[in-house]
């Protein structure tokens, strides 16, 4: 409907008002009008009846006639295909009204709803695995942003726990690289498809604009031909059909106008150059994908796949993805989601395992981070590893740090002179948090190969013997008061 009054395209109208026959009235597209016509079989050249029947059984209270229901199409009483010649194919019509029902937005099994604005993008295609009941959205967080797969039929019915809830970050972007993948192969034929959509679109509303002024011509003919046979003596009559015959000169003059105006619009067919930059860029699909909105993506995910059934195992970290394709195949998927202990991981074992091996050959915190983040090793909170997790995972299952001397502890001194951590609080008979805070103080000069090994402290004697002092008037006893 939108789209017709953006065109200024109206739609005919037979008023029922008056005596008959009733002429023909082009009205603006209204959304009823436009319903009308999509849900019409005529339009697809076929001759039906019984579309709707009366159902008592739901007569409302109070109500004196039966409700009135529709019917299904394979319950229409008749139903004559390709009775006319038709606007479009019973196939076509057929899918029209298979997308008109998913675009209503209820949960029921076979309906997905229009793709909308939400960030979620198998919003209406989600499966709970569980009890095969479509999942609904939940949005979460500080300032409700997080989207989140639910399956709340039972609650929702009895108050019964829910079946399962799915943070949807961590699966939307396994469907999107999924997909991706998928269609790197058919990208060519993506393009051309494309490209031959743009072109017809421009011919369709090139071909109703020029309906439009054939039947402005056809409306300044036929005022013409009443103005012509009307008696000269009935002057008056004369003078209205007159009157009349210029209004429609006036519409055609400013329809013939518009269509100027349209024309000078339009970018025109594509040239050679345009077409090649429409196959280079469906060459590089990424680039669409991030180029399109919420609405755009989902409608891309609906043409490729039909519906993603999702399990949350309950003892593990793991979501199971089943993607059903529109072309009927099926894959299996598996994506990490955020836990709160590598007590339920699945992967601890290894994960413990290779850390313990990259500690033993000398790496430190920073460094097997590194490593595992390359071998694609993911954190039980689903994030990359730091020096920090890392730390504290060692710490957790009991691994060593990497020593710079082997397998011992560090020395007192070092073979270049230097003390370790321990050797300098030894020296000045203080704690080791202490010449921690020292050398952040500044107090005390030292040095690391790099974050995570071991210290290497300059003192020289004079420098011992300053900080002797210092820490033995720290440490004077108070006197007694008196």
């Not at 989140?148 to 019964?160: A, H, K, P």
């Not at 921690?436 to 420098?463: M, V």
């Given at each position: 409907?939108?789209?017709?009054?953006?065109?200024?395209?109206?739609?005919?109208?037979?008023?029922?008002?008056?005596?008959?026959?009733?002429?023909?009235?082009?009205?603006?597209?209204?959304?009823?009008g436009?319903?009308?016509?999509?849900?019409?079989?005529?339009?697809?050249?076929?001759?039906?009846?019984?579309?709707?029947?009366?159902?008592?059984?739901?007569r409302?209270?109070?109500?004196?006639?039966?409700?009135?229901?529709?019917?299904?199409?394979?319950?229409?009483?008749?139903?004559?295909?390709?009775?006319?010649?038709?606007?479009?194919?019973?196939?076509?019509?057929?899918?029209?009204?298979?997308?008109?029902?998913?675009?209503?937005?209820?949960?029921?099994?076979?309906?997905?709803?229009?793709?909308?604005?939400?960030?979620?993008?198998?919003?209406?295609?989600?499966?709970?695995?569980?009890?095969?009941?479509?999942?609904?959205?939940?949005?979460?967080?500080?300032?409700g942003?997080?989207?989140?797969?639910v399956?709340?039929?039972?609650?929702?019915?009895?108050?019964?726990?829910?079946?399962?809830?799915?943070?949807?970050?961590?699966?939307?972007?396994?469907?999107?690289?999924?997909?991706?993948?998928?269609?790197?192969?058919?990208?060519?034929?993506?393009?051309?498809?494309?490209?031959?959509e743009?072109?017809?679109?421009?011919?369709?509303?090139?071909?109703q604009?020029?309906?439009?002024?054939?039947?402005?011509?056809?409306?300044?003919?036929?005022?013409?031909?009443?103005y012509?046979?009307v008696?000269?003596?009935?002057?008056?009559?004369?003078?209205?059909?007159?009157?009349?015959?210029?209004?429609?000169?006036?519409?055609?003059?400013?329809?013939?106008q518009?269509?100027?105006?349209?024309?000078?619009?339009?970018?025109?067919p594509?040239?050679?150059?345009?077409?090649?930059?429409?196959?280079?860029?469906?060459?590089d699909?990424?680039?669409?994908?991030?180029?399109?909105?919420?609405?755009?993506?989902k409608?891309?995910?609906?043409?490729?796949?039909?519906?993603?059934?999702?399990?949350?195992?309950?003892?593990?970290?793991?979501?199971?993805?089943?993607?059903?394709?529109?072309?009927?195949?099926?894959?299996?998927?598996?994506?990490?989601?955020?836990?709160?202990?590598?007590?339920?991981?699945?992967?601890?074992?290894?994960?413990?395992?290779?850390?313990?091996?990259?500690?033993?050959?000398?790496?430190?915190?920073?460094?097997?981070?590194?490593?595992?983040?390359?071998?694609?090793?993911?954190?039980?909170?689903?994030?990359?590893?730091?020096?920090n997790?890392?730390?504290?995972?060692?710490?957790?299952?009991?691994?060593?740090?990497?020593?710079?001397?082997?397998?011992?502890?560090?020395?007192?001194?070092?073979?270049?002179?230097?003390?370790?951590?321990?050797?300098?609080?030894?020296?000045?008979?203080?704690?080791?948090?202490?010449?921690?805070?020292?050398?952040?103080?500044?107090?005390?000069t030292?040095?690391?190969?790099?974050?995570?090994?071991?210290?290497?402290?300059?003192?020289?004697p004079?420098?011992?013997?300053?900080?002797?002092?210092?820490?033995?008037?720290?440490?004077?006893?108070?006197?007694?008061?008196?």
């Amino acid at each position: 409907m939108l789209e017709l009054r953006r065109h200024d395209l109206p739609l005919p109208v037979r008023p029922l008002r008056g005596p008959a026959p009733h002429e023909v009235e082009w009205v603006p597209a209204t959304s009823t009008g436009v319903l009308q016509i999509l849900h019409n079989p005529a339009y697809a050249g076929a001759y039906v009846y019984g579309r709707r029947t009366s159902d008592p059984i739901r007569r409302r209270s109070g109500q004196i006639h039966p409700t009135t229901i529709k019917l299904p199409v394979d319950r229409w009483p008749v139903c004559l295909k390709d009775a006319h010649p038709g606007y479009i194919s019973w196939e076509e019509f057929m899918a029209n009204q298979s997308r008109l029902r998913n675009n209503a937005a209820r949960h029921k099994r076979d309906q997905l709803g229009a793709p909308r604005k939400g960030q979620a993008l198998l919003q209406g295609i989600a499966i709970c695995a569980r009890c095969g009941r479509r999942m609904g959205l939940h949005f979460s967080g500080p300032q409700g942003t997080y989207p989140v797969y639910v399956c709340e039929g039972d609650y929702s019915i009895n108050g019964s726990p829910r079946c399962q809830h799915i943070r949807a970050i961590s699966v939307d972007a396994q469907i999107e690289s999924t997909l991706l993948e998928a269609l790197s192969a058919d990208q060519i034929a993506v393009a051309v498809e494309a490209v031959g959509e743009l072109e017809s679109q421009e011919k369709l509303l090139d071909r109703q604009w020029k309906l439009k002024c054939e039947r402005a011509r056809y409306d300044v003919e036929r005022a013409r031909r009443q103005y012509d046979e009307v008696e000269p003596e009935n002057r008056l009559v004369a003078r209205t059909l007159e009157h009349a015959w210029e209004q429609k000169l006036r519409q055609q003059e400013t329809v013939d106008q518009e269509y100027q105006a349209w024309q000078r619009e339009q970018a025109g067919p594509l040239s050679n150059s345009e077409r090649a930059e429409v196959l280079k860029l469906a060459k590089d699909f990424s680039r669409v994908w991030q180029a399109a909105n919420a609405i755009e993506r989902k409608r891309i995910i609906r043409l490729v796949i039909r519906d993603v059934t999702l399990e949350q195992s309950r003892d593990s970290e793991l979501v199971s993805l089943r993607i059903t394709w529109q072309t009927g195949a099926v894959s299996e998927h598996q994506v990490q989601r955020r836990v709160h202990s590598y007590s339920i991981c699945t992967s601890a074992p290894m994960l413990e395992r290779r850390i313990r091996e990259l500690a033993k050959s000398g790496k430190f915190d920073r460094e097997i981070a590194d490593v595992l983040n390359s071998e694609h090793f993911m954190s039980a909170r689903g994030v990359p590893f730091q020096s920090n997790n890392v730390h504290v995972i060692r710490k957790r299952f009991g691994i060593c740090t990497a020593k710079i001397n082997g397998i011992e502890d560090n020395p007192s001194r070092w073979p270049d002179g230097t003390y370790s951590i321990q050797g300098a609080a030894d020296v000045l008979g203080i704690t080791t948090q202490t010449v921690h805070k020292w050398l952040r103080r500044g107090y005390l000069t030292g040095r690391q190969l790099r974050t995570g090994q071991p210290w290497k402290i300059q003192l020289t004697p004079a420098k011992i013997k300053v900080l002797r002092g210092h820490v033995r008037r720290i440490n004077r006893p108070k006197k007694e008061a008196l």
